[in-house]
């Protein structure tokens, strides 16, 4: 049998796991653990702290610094309210095509990743090749982020990281971070005709998101020269303010919800700073000076760094002798990479299937994208030797 047929067989078990990531990993988890354990890797399973999820980091060859990962997260988004021609979660070939929810998005990475791992078994290996699969990607990448502490603890240091996310097989050595928050203003109700004996908390909002758009037209100076990024500075979103019940009461409570794309992380740490700031030194004073229980929480909905491009880029270098390319890209979507260049090693996004296919119905890879990502890590085997 052919590694490309392989890969498709075992692509088609990984799409029939329903791995939303409101729902557990586990089965798809065991089964990966099952086709690496039975060539010959070594196979580590790291739970979540509520034992539901697990994240798989596998390891072949030498244990020592300087490794390779594969990386691929094995959560998908729902398919709720989405019109598909067949079944999401069971592949289905047309065309040259290979249908079924994750088959870019990105199990088919994985599929080929591990289709890989008999063959990389049988090299005298002089370079360890670690296979790295997550949970909770689409959500917060929480998986990877646990995974990154793991790593830490254990004091395991790989060099290069490629993660498969669909690039189309362009090399992608650069992404925006995201960074998502809810605010909360907890003010004092009261009726409307007495405003100054109440804390509004919905004008204390509006006050804040204010200075959001203060800071979101500071950070288009704060640009890096050269930026390749569109547009080439942070940028902040505000997706909503909720707060009041009528039109004749005092609102005792609120909340926005807003993100921002970090091109570096410098300037998160300035927007976190300069609403710190806003929040210990203007607003609250203000809201306890009428309420001493009033107050402005801001809850982490996720915290993912961005992909900085690096003059030097092992892992650029490396994908691009592997595919042939002569040039790499940056992107507009968040991957876990940021997560993996933080523990210090170099990094690059490149795998199978368009970013345009993913998250929508009939979600597909083609065969000739799974044949250009086997074929990059065939030739992976004559670095590892």
């Not at 019109?83 to 999401?88: A, L």
């Not at 070939?93 to 990389?120: L, N, Q, S």
């Not at 990281?161 to 009261?190: D, N, Q």
């Not at 979600?363 to 004559?382: H, I, K």
Request: proline share 5%.
């Amino acid at each position: 049998m052919s590694v490309l047929e392989d890969t498709k067989i075992l692509l088609g078990e990984l799409i029939s796991f329903p791995t939303v990531s409101s729902d557990s990993n586990l089965d798809m988890i065991k089964h990966l653990a099952d086709r690496l354990s039975a060539c010959g890797v070594e196979v580590e399973i790291w739970h979540n702290e509520t034992g539901t999820k697990a994240n798989l980091f596998a390891t072949l060859g030498p244990k020592r610094d300087g490794g390779i990962v594969l990386s691929g997260h094995s959560d998908v988004v729902p398919v709720t309210d989405q019109d598909w021609s067949s079944d999401p979660f069971e592949m289905e070939e047309r065309d040259g095509k290979w249908y079924g929810r994750g088959t870019c998005d990105m199990k088919g990475f994985i599929a080929a990743a591990v289709a890989m791992a008999p063959h990389y078994a049988q090299l005298d290996l002089q370079r360890p090749v670690h296979f790295a699969f997550t949970y909770d990607e689409e959500v917060g990448c929480f998986g990877a982020r646990a995974l990154a502490d793991t790593l830490r603890e254990k004091d395991i240091n790989p060099a290069v990281a490629i993660i498969g996310e669909p690039t189309s097989m362009r090399i992608i050595e650069g992404h925006k971070g995201c960074y998502e928050y809810t605010t909360h203003f907890i003010g004092l109700e009261g009726h409307g005709s007495g405003p100054d004996r109440g804390v509004n908390a919905v004008e204390y909002a509006v006050r804040y998101v204010s200075r959001l758009l203060e800071l979101k037209m500071d950070l288009q100076q704060r640009a890096p020269a050269n930026s390749r990024f569109e547009p080439p500075w942070t940028t902040i979103n505000t997706g909503a303010l909720v707060g009041g019940v009528a039109h004749n009461v005092i609102p005792g409570k609120a909340r926005v919800e807003w993100e921002m794309r970090p091109v570096q992380k410098s300037d998160a740490d300035y927007v976190k700073d300069e609403l710190h700031k806003f929040c210990a030194n203007t607003l609250i004073p203000a809201m306890q000076a009428v309420h001493p229980d009033a107050a402005i929480e801001t809850e982490v909905i996720g915290e993912v760094d961005g992909l900085e491009p690096m003059d030097d880029n092992k892992a650029r270098d490396l994908v691009m002798e592997l595919t042939g390319a002569n040039g790499t890209d940056v992107a507009p979507f968040g991957t876990e990479a940021g997560i993996f260049q933080d523990l210090g090693m170099s990094v690059v996004v490149c795998g199978p299937g368009s970013i345009e296919q993913a998250h929508k119905p009939d979600e597909y890879v083609s065969e000739d994208q799974m044949a250009q990502c086997l074929d990059m890590l065939g030739r992976l085997s004559a670095k590892l030797i």
